[in-house]
Structures are given as C-alpha cells and as structure tokens.
C-alpha cells in the first residue's frame, strides 16, 4: 500500500502479517501447485492461532474489529504466498461477512467464531454447473418440511470441496420470486454433502475446488442465514468482501520486484536490459498500475468502512477495485515474465505460476465481464439521477438553443404508412 496511507498501528500489522507469511514453508506452496495437497490445512491454523483471520469481525467472535484499509493490507501480505493462499485467508472474511451481519447469536457462537480461530473451515456455493454470472437463475432447491429444509442440485468450483467443514449455500425457497426466491444455508459437511468432482486447474491448486452435490440434503431449520427469501441481501453483502479483497496486490509488487532486479543484473548488447526502454518503460507501467490500484482500493476500503454513499455506489466502486486490480496484477505479472525472457517462463522463477494463478482472477468472484455491468448500470443510475453538478459545460458551445435541439439528439420524423 502506498505509504501515505499507513499509521502506525497499520505499519505494525503489516509487519505482523509478513512474520506470519514468512514462516509458512516454501514446500507447501510448492506441494499445493503440485496437487500433492487436498488442503492446507496447517496455513489456515496457524493464521487462526496467530489471530489473523477475519480481523474485521467483533473481539467477542475472535477478530479485532478492524476495517477494511487493514484487511486489505493484510490480504496484499498473504498474496506474496499466492492467489490460493490469498483465496483462502479471504474465504474467512466472506462467509464470516454473511454470519457476522446476518447470522443469529447462535451461528455466530458454532460457526463463525471457529472460523476466525482457524479450527473449521468454510466454504461459499453460489456458482453451479448450469452458470455463475446468473447468480439469481439458481436452481438448487430447498423445499421446507417440519423443522427441516431439504436441499437438492449442485454447486460447482467450490473452493475448499474438499477440506471445508461446512458451506454457506444458496437455495431457491421461493420459485418464480425473482430477487426474493434465494435463501442462504449453512450446510455442514456431515449433512450429507457429496463432493462428486475435483477439479484440475491450470493454477490456484490445493484448495480442493470441487463440485458438491446436494440430494435432499437435510439443513435444519436453524442454519437458515438471514431469513427465508432473504438470500440476495446476503448475498449483496457478500459481494464486498468478495471484491474488494481483490485490491490486496502486493503479490503482484513482489513479482515485478523480481523483474525489476533482474533487468539490473542481466546483460544483453553489452549492457544491462534496463537501459533499454522497451524494458524499463514496461516496468515504469507496471509500477504506476500497480500504485494507481492501491490508491483506489485505499480510497473504496475507507468509502466502506464509513459507510459513504448509496449502495449502489459502493457496489459500483467495489467492482471498479476487482476489475482494474485484476487486470492490472495479469498484465503486471506478464510483462515481468516478458522482462525475464525465457528463463521467466520456466520453473527458476515463481513468475509462471504466478501468471496461471493471476489468469483465475478476471474470472471468479463475478467476471469482469460482470463488474462492468454493474460498473456501467450504477453509474448511468447515478449521473441520471443527480443531473448536472456545478458548471454545465455542455452549454459551452457556440450554437444556439433552436440549432442545438436539432443537432444534438436528432428524432426522426415518423414514415406516414
Ligand atoms: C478455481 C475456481 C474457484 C472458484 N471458487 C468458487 C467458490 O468458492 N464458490 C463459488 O460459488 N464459485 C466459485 N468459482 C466460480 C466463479 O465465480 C465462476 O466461474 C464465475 O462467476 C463465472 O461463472 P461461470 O464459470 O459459470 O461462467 P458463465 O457465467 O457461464 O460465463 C461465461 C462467460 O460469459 C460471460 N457472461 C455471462 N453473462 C454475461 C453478461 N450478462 N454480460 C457479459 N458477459 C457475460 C462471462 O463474463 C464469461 O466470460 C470458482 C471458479 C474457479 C474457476
């Protein structure tokens, strides 16, 4: 993050965080890239041990109640290990969002406050095999009968399929309601959740990304989140953790830090490669994306933690954060391998896997095909809601009224048939 933004306290979290993501073994990231490991379970117990995880949440639950700016320092910390890595300390920070702001005292005592303490672990099933962008075209189904829901379809590249104690489910529980037809579960393992297919990925392994099936499931009725038909404002409120985590980039930074010293070190034409600019305007992009990231997602994180503006705005802002962050960490990470030559594309540097791990970003968490959506639906709400503020420099052209009514929006004159 850049430094004008830091006080102490959050300089002394940082240096916590990287204490942290220093001890964690070098083999298990490589174990975990390797598929040698279902899920690591030791990362998320130390984190929990070391009173890392879910640092927004409440003391009484086990965080620090944090905001944002802190999470989101702590997140860019935890991506030097990895988008997995990153992923899953996230995972805490988003299904604890749904229990901490919805859940009852009771979900709060058995499932959010293991969570924080790094003894269970959770899962988020939103995407299903029929789709993920159309989040409200869900077709899982939770039919209620005596204190029981029943829920039966499937849920696909869950994170933590394998490894996850429970999983916090959306569920049709009202067909035909549009927007109020989704309800929210926590699911535990043990209710009988099948895990039918684990999934090969090209990066952001070892996290047991699997398909769970769910064949007339019993969920008591207690583990409802947030109300029956209530499932689409967890899961808006689940979108901000989901997103802005996104602006946590500091991952990106270390792997164009390598770059960077690289390009000081290796000779080509008889002098170092930073002497040319097609190497060194490449890293100054870099660098300037990367400090242009990290002040729009400092400037969102405290929009959300003081609460400014409509939701709306806040969601237009969130998705503006996962889009360019995203963005800008795939390209960063490719030019670095670009700067490297051939030795970047190879297994000497951690840049190739970084650069598979980085592909997965534009695509979960809501596409940014998806975030420019609700980019662009947001703010043509917002602009034509407000009309002109200050100066209307539309006006501020040589034409008169008459001449502009015809020119600027031109109507046809309707055909006579
Ligand atoms: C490794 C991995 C881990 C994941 N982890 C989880 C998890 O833990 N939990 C979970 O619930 N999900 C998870 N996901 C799912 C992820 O969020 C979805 O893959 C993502 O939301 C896209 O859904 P989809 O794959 O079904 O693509 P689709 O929704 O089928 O979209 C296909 C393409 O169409 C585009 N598209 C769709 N609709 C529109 C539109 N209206 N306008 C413009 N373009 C559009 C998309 O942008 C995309 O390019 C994970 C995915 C992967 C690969």
């Known amino acids: ?28 990231i490589l174990d975990m890239d390797a598929d040698k490991i279902k899920f690591p379970y030791e990362f998320v117990r130390e984190a929990g041990k070391r009173g890392l995880l879910g640092l927004r949440f409440p003391p009484k639950y086990g965080g620090r109640g944090l905001g944002w700016v802190e999470e989101l320092i702590a997140v860019g910390e935890v991506s030097k290990l990895g988008v997995p890595f990153a992923c899953l300390y996230s995972m805490v920070s988003i299904v604890g969002e749904a229990l901490n702001v919805f859940g009852t005292e009771e979900q709060k005592e058995k499932y959010l406050k293991p969570i924080i303490a790094g003894t269970k672990w959770a899962g988020e099933a939103l995407t299903e ?7 409200f075209g ?21 994170v933590g399929a394998e490894g996850a104690d429970f999983f916090l489910v959306f569920a049709v529980t009202n067909p035909g309601g549009g927007r109020d037809a989704i309800s929210a579960f926590i699911v535990e393992r ?21 398909r769970l099936v769910f064949r007339e499931t019993p969920v008591p009725e207690e583990n409802l989140v947030g109300g029956e038909h209530q499932g689409a404002k967890v899961f808006y409120k689940l979108m901000v953790p989901e997103r802005l985590v996104s602006g ?18 290796r000779q080509a034409f008889g002098q170092t490669i930073r002497n040319f600019e097609g190497v060194s305007f490449k890293i100054a992009d870099c660098i300037t994306k990367l400090d242009a990231v990290d002040a729009l997602a400092y400037a969102v994180a405290r929009t959300i933690d ?8 806040q969601r237009r802002l969130v998705s503006e954060v996962k889009k360019l962050a995203t963005q800008v960490q795939w390209e960063v990470v490719n030019d670095a391998m670009q700067v490297l030559g051939g030795i970047g594309y190879t297994n000497v540097y951690p840049v190739e896997r970084a650069l598979r791990e980085a592909r997965l970003a534009m695509i979960w968490t809501g596409t940014n095909e998806i975030m420019n959506l609700i980019i662009q639906h947001e703010y043509y709400k917002e602009i034509l809601a407000k009309g002109v503020e200050g100066r209307d420099i539309e ?21 006579e048939p």
């Open 248 to 265: 946590g980039i500091d991952g990106s930074r270390a792997i164009l830090e390598i770059a960077a010293r690289y390009a000081d070190k």
């Open 1 to 28: 993050m850049l430094e004008v933004f830091f006080t102490p306290e959050q300089r002394r979290l940082k240096q916590e965080v990287q204490d942290f993501v220093k001890s964690i073994p070098r083999q298990l």
């Open 190 to 210: 043990d209710f009988g959740v099948e895990v039918r297919h684990v999934y090969g990925l090209m990066g952001c392994r070892g996290t047991g990304t699997g």
């Open 129 to 135: 095999p029929r789709g993920g962008s159309d989040f």
């Open 138 to 158: 869900a077709t899982t189904v939770a039919r209620k009968r005596g204190s029981n829901y029943y829920l039966t379809g499937q849920k696909r590249f869950v």
């Open 306 to 313: 003081e609460n400014v503006g409509t939701p709306g705005y």
């Open 395 to 415: 006006a501020d052209v040589a034409l008169s009224e008459d001449q502009l009514a015809e020119e600027r929006v031109y109507q046809p004159e309707p055909i």
